[in-house]
């Protein structure tokens, strides 16, 4: 699991400040919402959205209950509530070869921030799906609610107590507190609970040694098993020829058409054979799959001197593959920006 670090910020404030409207920023208690504690309380509290990527295709968004998914273009599945999952999986997992899984629309999904949307067909889905941020959500840790916290502006003054009653008001408190680069300050002591046994925080230290303890298993879950997908992954990228649909950069420039002659094989011995099918130069790379600190990562490295290719070598977030013959990713790098590239299968 990555180590993570802490910096906490103290602001020295010059001329008067009204008590009612200003208290100064504690070392163990105050948080600024930038920082990495920050990234972590948003995956702690964000709507599960990791859980069912294998049917929906995006750790972005998640399905709600009831939807309706078919199976290879064979068996439908009417998915009530999570028991449901489990016969789902259970024809999955007797799959030989990889499978197809199509959702009848209109359905609604869920986005990290809790909000909902009817999508009425599937260019609409797609479209939400190529549009919206991926999320890496952390589980196993509960918080006792309510939470008291104090909200401070980015000059340190006082300019709210709030009472958060779930998670939802504290994961978009913390993205509202982004915007404008404020600052806040949680009530300690916290009760969590973690895997039925119940402690108490007493500061951010403790709660980042909380969540640094968390098994392997809560960082981005899925209710497949993780190392299968690994499995199913390798077996689906190294069969076939594919090319880039769509690229956009952390700068949200659509650099699409840069690539549309480059057709891409990535080699079962980790190679990568890259042509451009217009000049009909030839280029080449490797290419790695792995499981990293709970995320699944395409690490794509390209040898040659050429510009459009830099761009793509990068450490790259499987957000979806295979669904039915496209692989989805951003990057791991950005957690604000970040870049997103679909290769599709020929």
């Known amino acids: 699991m990555k180590h993570f670090y802490f910096i906490l910020t103290l602001w020295i404030l010059w001329g008067c400040q009204s008590e009612e409207r200003f208290e100064q920023v504690e070392e163990l208690t105050s948080i600024s919402s930038q920082s990495e504690i920050s990234d972590l309380l948003l995956r702690l509290t964000q709507n599960p959205t ?47 070869t990889s499978y197809t899984l199509s959702i009848t629309f209109p359905t609604e999904i869920s986005f990290s921030n809790y909000e909902t949307l009817i999508v009425e067909s599937e260019s609409e889905y797609n479209s939400v799906i190529n549009t919206t941020l991926g999320s ?30 779930n998670k939802a008001q504290s994961h978009n408190l913390i993205q509202s507190l982004k915007v404008n680069s404020g600052f806040y300050e949680l009530n300690y002591p916290i009760t969590i ?109 390209f040898e040659d001197d050429n510009d459009e290719l830099d761009e793509l070598d990068e450490d790259w977030v499987v957000s979806a593959f295979g669904n039915p013959d496209a692989i989805v990713l951003f990057d791991e790098d950005n957690d604000i920006d970040r870049s997103l590239l679909t290769f599709e299968k020929l």
């Open 50 to 96: 990791a859980f069912d990527d294998f049917v929906d295709g995006s750790n972005a968004i998640s399905l709600e209950f009831p939807f309706e998914v078919n199976l290879n273009s064979g068996s439908d599945f009417i998915i009530s509530d999570f028991s449901d999952y489990e016969t789902l999986i259970d024809e999955i997992s007797n799959q030989t």
């Open 136 to 165: 890496s959500e952390i589980n196993c840790l509960e918080f006792e609610f309510p939470i008291n916290a104090k909200i401070f502006d980015a000059q340190n003054s006082l300019t709210d107590n709030r009472t958060l009653q």
């Open 193 to 301: 609970e973690i895997e039925g046994v119940e402690s108490s925080l007493l500061s951010n230290t403790d709660l980042i040694s909380a969540i640094e303890n968390l098994d392997q298993s809560c960082f981005n879950p899925s209710l497949l098993n993780t190392e299968s997908r690994l499995e199913d992954f390798i077996a689906f990228v190294s069969d076939g020829v594919f090319q880039i649909t769509s690229f956009i950069d952390e700068d949200d420039e659509d650099l699409t058409t840069s690539y549309q002659d480059y057709r891409f094989t990535f080699n079962t011995n980790n190679s990568i054979s890259i042509e451009d099918i217009n000049s009909g130069e030839s280029f080449s790379g490797t290419w790695e799959a792995e499981i990293d600190d709970g995320e699944f990562i395409f690490d794509l490295n």
